[in-house]
């Protein structure tokens, strides 16, 4: 089962792998290049460099000379690479979601590029999950260390998404529309990978390019420069599901629909993981049928002033090996529950998320780990590594919020 597992998620990750969206999703018919002098590409995120990628390949050799393309993107250390004409700059460390000084000299950059840009030029911007650290100038009269310590207040008081964003687009230059008001140029399109249920664009790296007020079509509007803004997105947390409900109906089972509803806490994601983990089990046992429950989203946590180690990922597996043994008395053979961040990154550690097993809970019972008290403290990560509970997968380049597993075999 866990080689199964790994199979499902390794296929949602490589479903939303930048490079391949775009060339699936942006044509040279988007860029409309006919009447474009030069083109800036700008943009952060974890999954930016990839596009960057994307859109070097889209252009080719000549298009990249004559529109005489030039850009920078700002990503977490470890998605960096080497793309023609367009810098893909390391501006933060792997597994710290805060913006940096580094973040903030290239966000400052990015802002001079594109207002240097006139009527026939190009602007093209890649947002993707994880830009709302990788992107950042704070406005005047406010540190760079007042913004970090206001966002950090609200994360740890389990702030949803939009909450911290909200708090964002008010501190900064860029944010809220900040990057597109500056842009010069006639035209900027702004690529999207979203990591936000439900895509709001307002949301998704708190909306460096929307209006201040919704507009129809979404995300099409004019700036009071005259720059036309549109907004194409390239695939989300839906494109990950689908591909690992995919591989799971290739593996044998039988896929339950999953529901993504609004942001929940850990707590109440993973006791719904384990209602359903034992649902899905008493089923399989009935018919003999093996079953697969897939779903997105991503949880919030609230942090105790006196906290461990651990992510939301990590945090929601270990709720429901909770209330899975409160419901079961002990962990039933043939039942796999796993959640895991696409970026490859859950809270400050080096885990992508966990995974919970027959094997994974014998060993918490042989250690004689204290869940409960990993629970209060959020200290998931030592528990979880003693029990051979996380997964590992490194920076994955891309980024659509997190994928939850459930396998019953009879």
Known sequence: MRTAAEAIWSAAISAV???????????LDDLSLAAVDRIAVVGAGKAAGGMAAGIAELLGAEGLARHRVSGLVSVPVGCGRSVAGIEVRETRPAGANLPTPAVVQATQEMLAAVSALGPRDL???LITGGGSALLAAPQAGVSLAEKIAITQRLSAAGADIATLNAARRKLSLVKGGGLARACA???????VLSDVIGDDLDVIASGPCMPPAPTLPAGAWTTPAGCAVRHVIVGDNATAVEA?????????YEVVPGVVGPELSAEATGRQLAAAAVALLAATRRDG????????????VTVPADHGVGGRNQQTVLVAIDAVLATTGAWPEGLLVASIGTDGEDGPTDAAGAVADAAV???IGAHRLDVGRALARCDA???LQVAGGLIRTGPTGTNVADVRIVLAQP
């Open 361 to 363: 809970v014998a060993a």
């Open 289 to 300: 049928q093996p079953r697969a429950l897939i779903a997105g989203g991503e949880a919030t």
């Open 17 to 27: 792998l930048p490079e391949r969206l775009v060339a699936r999703r942006v044509s």
């Open 123 to 125: 602007a093209i911007a």
């Open 244 to 252: 690992a409900a995919a591989a799971a109906r290739q593996a044998g």
């Open 381 to 383: 990560y030592p528990l």
């Open 185 to 191: 140029a006639g035209r900027l399109l702004v690529v």
